[in-house]
C-alpha cells in the first residue's frame, strides 16, 4: 500500500505561488495515476487536477486552469502542484492522491482514488 504525504501548504496573499508536494513511499510511484483534491470547510473534496502516469497528458478543473499546473517526477516518486495568482477562494486543505487503474477516465471523481495523502492546508489571504 503506497502512502502520500503532502507538503508546501501554508499561508499566502492574494496573488502569491505555492508549490505542493506529495511524496510516494513506494517504487511503483510510476504506475499510479495522480490526482489532487481540495476541500474547504463546508464543502465536499472537489478535484484540482490530475495527470496521467508518464506525464503526458494533465487534466485541470475549470477554476484553476491557467493558475496552476501539476508535474510528476517518477524518479523522485513525487507528484507537484504550481499555484499561482492565488485567490482567497483557494484556501483549503489539499489532497494529493493514488490511483491503481491506469485509465484516466474519471479522474475528476475522488471515489476512483485507491490511496490519499493527510493533506496540506493552503491558506490565501485577501
Known amino acids: 500500500q503506497v502512502q502520500l504525504v503532502e507538503s508546501g501548504g501554508g499561508l499566502v496573499q492574494a496573488g502569491g505561488s505555492l508549490r505542493l508536494s506529495c511524496a510516494a513511499s513506494?517504487?511503483?510511484?510510476?504506475?499510479?495515476?495522480m490526482g489532487w483534491f481540495r476541500q474547504a470547510p463546508g464543502k465536499e473534496r472537489e478535484f484540482v487536477a490530475a495527470?496521467?502516469?508518464?506525464?503526458?497528458?494533465?487534466y485541470y478543473a475549470d477554476s484553476v486552469k491557467g493558475r496552476c499546473t501539476i508535474s510528476r517526477d517518477n524518479a523522485k516518486n513525487t507528484v507537484y502542484l504550481q499555484m499561482m495568482s492565488l485567490k482567497a477562494e483557494d484556501t483549503a486543505v489539499y489532497y494529493c492522491?493514488?490511483?491503481?487503474?491506469?485509465?484516466?477516465?474519471?479522474?475528476?471523481?475522488?471515489?476512483?482514488?485507491?490511496?490519499w495523502g493527510q493533506g496540506t492546508q493552503v491558506t490565501v489571504s485577501s
Open positions: 492522491a493514488a490511483r491503481r487503474r491506469p485509465s484516466t477516465n474519471s479522474y475528476a471523481l475522488p471515489s476512483r482514488y485507491d490511496y
Open positions: 513506494e517504487g511503483t510511484f510510476s504506475s499510479y495515476v
Open positions: 495527470i496521467n502516469r508518464s506525464a503526458g497528458t494533465t
